[in-house]
């Protein structure tokens, strides 16, 4: 979704969707029960149409990531460096989701859903790590992708577009362009969707407000309460430490560096929107080569979301725990891992990470209805948590670009604050 500061504040999104939320609000309280009954579909169709675009999004979007990355010795060891600190600073984000929503379990006795015992879902228990390990290989891909099996999935897109590298010149052109191309057609489509946001808003609140009254946002506003404090100290202390450590870079001077898009982050949501002012200012500003920048921040915009991972832990226990469930060691290790995965495989638009929840509730076999009431939801009040999780996805994409760039020798970087040059 286009972020355009001219228009006018009613046009613009996330005015809209705040709007939406009241009205939604007032329709639930006003009419209750026989209201909720008159938009619920609407809610549904929404929810229906977001888990439409899964599959095919999250597999454009991994394949062309992959693929874009390219062959070469010095790509290898840019790969290795870039696929390391992705992987160091997601898997910290998860962990301090995991923390925090064990810390103040925002669920636990929470009224979002009327499910009774016997309305509530089985949870898969894989027998052991092997069984885990196993599970991630498809024995069909046709089979991953109608199932929605997006771990197996995510496996297959990683190997065929690392395959893809490897192809001569000329087909490995003529594949890279066909997957970029389709996965743009799939931005289109998610673009389309998200249009929608405040009447799908509209009909879940008014739905959720009907049937549950307002129980459901004071057990919303902690489960927000609990994601904002585990984002801020993911954006201030985990990452500042990275940059500190890895780096030797002064995180008060990144933050003043990156303060440009950090707030277009915010404004649009959108990682991928903010790409060309992040590029901007990790070269300008931070004064990282256009060698590392232009390797570490695209693929980063796709793969490296630290907010998201944070996210998508804290939102699948909180969703486990509204429902009752206490889950074993095992089963919480599924979640971090799939969080990961589901991080890794969210698109870089509003409310992707939204999206790619079902991913996570799959691999411990939460879905259903109550699932998606509670997914509604929590998409209800998901945009000003999206705004956050968006400024942190990039952040971390940022000092990524910071800590490699100075691994390679590269000694201006973060070295004084400076300010963002016009275009041109
Ligand atoms: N909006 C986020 C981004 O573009 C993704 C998400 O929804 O978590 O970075």
Redesign the pocket.
């Known amino acids: 979704m286009r972020h355009d500061p001219a228009l006018p504040w009613y046009r613009q999104l996330h005015w809209q969707v705040l709007i939406a939320m009241g009205l939604g609000a007032c329709t639930g309280f006003v009419f209750g029960e026989s209201g909720a009954e008159l938009v619920g579909w609407i809610g549904d169709l929404f929810m229906k149409l977001l888990r439409m675009i899964i599959v095919p999004l999250v597999l454009t979007s991994i394949i062309s990531g992959v693929a874009s990355v390219g062959g070469g010795r010095a790509l290898g060891r840019l790969f290795g460096k870039t696929l390391g600190y992705y992987m160091l600073s997601s898997s910290l984000a998860v962990m301090v989701g995991l923390f925090f929503v064990n810390l103040i379990s925002p669920g636990v006795g929470a009224n979002i859903t009327e499910a009774t015992a016997a309305e509530l879902p089985a949870l898969d228990t894989p027998t052991s790590p092997v069984a885990l390990l196993l599970n991630i290989v498809p024995e069909n891909v046709i089979e991953a992708a109608a199932t929605a099996d997006m771990l197996a999935l995510i496996f297959f897109c990683i190997v065929f577009g690392a395959a893809i590298t490897t192809l001569p010149e000329r087909s490995q052109r003529v594949v890279i362009d066909l997957f970029d191309a389709l996965f743009h057609t799939m931005m289109k489509v998610t673009s389309g969707i998200i249009k929608f946001l405040p009447i799908g808003v509209f009909a879940l609140i008014a739905r959720m407000v009907g049937t549950t009254g307002f129980d459901a946002f004071r057990s919303l506003a902690l489960y927000a309460f609990t994601l904002t404090s585990a984002l801020t100290i993911h954006m201030f202390i985990t990452l500042p430490v990275l940059l500190i450590i890895l780096g030797r870079i002064s995180p008060r001077i990144h933050f003043a560096n990156m303060r440009e898009p950090l707030l277009i ?1 915010f404004s ?7 790409l060309p002012v992040t590029i901007n200012s990790v070269e300008k500003n931070v004064g990282v080569s256009n060698k590392v920048s232009s390797f570490v921040l695209p693929m980063g ?1 796709t793969v490296n ?1 630290d ?2 991972a944070v ?2 832990c804290l939102g699948a226990l909180f969703i486990a725990q509204v429902l009752g469930f206490d889950l074993t060691i095992m089963q919480q290790a599924v979640v971090v891992l799939t969080a990961l995965m589901a ?1 890794i495989g ?11 929840i079902f991913i996570v509730l799959e691999a411990i076999g939460l879905t259903g209805p109550d699932v998606n009431v509670i997914v509604g939801s929590m998409l209800a009040i ?1 945009r000003p948590l ?2 956050y ?2 400024a942190v ?2 952040f971390s994409d940022s000092c990524g670009a910071a800590v490699i760039a100075r691994s390679e020798g590269e000694t201006d970087v973060d070295m004084e604050i400076r300010s963002a040059v016009a275009a041109g």
Not at 268 to 274: F, I, L, P, V, Y
């Open positions: 982050a649009t949501s959108s990682s991928g929107a903010t915009a979301m907010g998201t996210f998508e991080s969210a698109a870089s638009v509003p409310s992707a990470g939204l999206v790619v998901d999206d705004m999780r968006t996805n990039i």
